[in-house]
């Protein structure tokens, strides 16, 4: 029995999700599994309602459950930046969620580049770190202080950032950091996946010519820990890998990046390998508590048409099935999915007609005729 935390989320969450438990309800019923689901109003309408994000209570509710799953977390209502990191980036923060996974395999026909190659590409990017700790601020008139606090499991560090500008402007900052034990034990996750699919090379990407002191550091751990691992790298800058994975993106297997860059790369990788629709993510504690969502948002103007692609929250299910343990099941999803597309059963994204819950029956249809 795997206890399984539900946050549908805002906008076309609760739809896409809807149909992701379909298809996990067609495993209980054909498969040797059971899942125990709890669902929660973790998201923009209670933030609305009562000012509340990711709770004290909330945490204490979820760390009860194996796994979270997730819709989507977004609100046009609401201040970009709020729910963003009130409640999505709270929670890779709180369970330590350190690497995200994000698999982007050509799904054929609806591959957008202009020539025929097919790619299987599994990109891993550090998930709390880098630029994306949430810390920073504004100065007024040239001259302050700010009092920072980065607060992670590894580590609990404040910063003091004083400031005494010539020019009496206003000033931001955004603090981007990284640590030694943070990416040696990012890098072992990845290691790890490469023993697991028999691949012996990685490519690792950052801007270390630029930002020199945050990437320094991340390229010495990789190094190091590929040369004791016997594993083969190359180090790419991002600016040249974008153009990479447009261009060549069967030159790829293994790809880790981090944490800004990656969130940026799985988006153009998404649209070459068919689009959004087709994108999940894994937010992942391999010892802990992981979250599993499509890549897409929550895309409000859509909410209550029943014309969005599951497909990618389907695939995050998938995901989470291999996270859990049960490859064997995740395997059938996938090919659940790809049943469906054969049948010639996709949306309107895809160049088809379905709508969201026929694209869900669909993929359990696909499944029944498997058992």
């Not at 498969?31 to 009562?50: A, G, H, P, W």
């Not at 630029?131 to 100065?139: E, F, H, S």
């Not at 040369?227 to 974008?242: C, E, H, P, S, W």
Request: hydrophobic content about 40%; charged content about 25%.
């Amino acid at each position: 029995m795997y206890k399984i935390a539900v946050l549908p989320g805002d906008g076309i969450g609760p739809e896409v999700v809807a149909e992701a438990m379909k298809v996990l309800d067609v495993l209980s019923e054909n498969y040797s599994v059971k899942f125990d689901f709890q669902e929660f109003e973790i998201n923009s309408e209670r933030y609305l309602r009562t000012g509340e994000l990711l709770t004290d209570e909330d945490i204490g509710q979820l760390k009860r459950f194996d796994t979270i799953f997730l819709g989507a977390i977004g609100d046009d209502r609401v201040k970009p930046g709020i729910l963003e990191k009130g409640i999505l980036l709270a929670l890779r923060f709180t369970f330590d969620q350190y690497v995200n996974h994000r698999p982007a395999p050509l799904w054929k026909p609806f591959g957008r580049l202009k020539r025929e190659v097919d790619f299987n590409i599994d990109v891993f990017r550090e998930n709390t770190e880098d630029y994306y700790v949430a810390v920073g601020g504004r100065i007024s008139q040239g001259k302050g202080t700010l009092d920072l606090r980065v607060k992670r499991h590894l580590y609990d560090m404040k910063v003091r950032l004083d400031v005494d500008a010539d020019a009496p402007d206003d000033y931001a900052f955004e603090i981007g950091m990284m640590s030694r034990r943070n990416i040696e034990r990012f890098a072992d996750h990845v290691i790890e996946y490469c023993d697991l699919i028999n691949e012996n090379y990685i490519t690792v990407v950052d801007k270390a010519n630029v930002c020199s002191n945050i990437y320094s550091l991340w390229r010495e751990v990789w190094a190091d820990k590929c040369r004791r691992a016997g594993k083969q790298l190359g180090f790419m800058f991002v600016d040249a890998m974008t153009m990479a994975l447009v261009k060549n993106p069967d030159r790829f297997r293994v790809v880790a990046t981090p944490n800004m860059f990656g969130d940026i790369i799985t988006d153009l990788l998404a649209e070459v390998t068919g689009g959004l629709g087709l994108a999940p993510g894994g937010n992942i504690n391999p010892q802990g508590i992981s979250m599993f969502e499509p890549v897409h948002g929550s895309a409000p103007k859509y909410k209550g048409m029943n014309r969005i692609n599951p497909v990618a929250t389907i695939l995050a299910a998938k995901m989470m099935m291999d996270n859990l343990g049960r490859r064997d099941l995740g395997q059938v999803i996938f090919d659940g999915v790809r049943g469906a597309f054969d049948q010639g059963v996709y949306t309107k994204d895809l160049g088809g007609n379905a709508t969201t819950r026929q694209m869900g029956d669909a993929v359990v249809d696909a499944i029944h005729r498997m058992k």
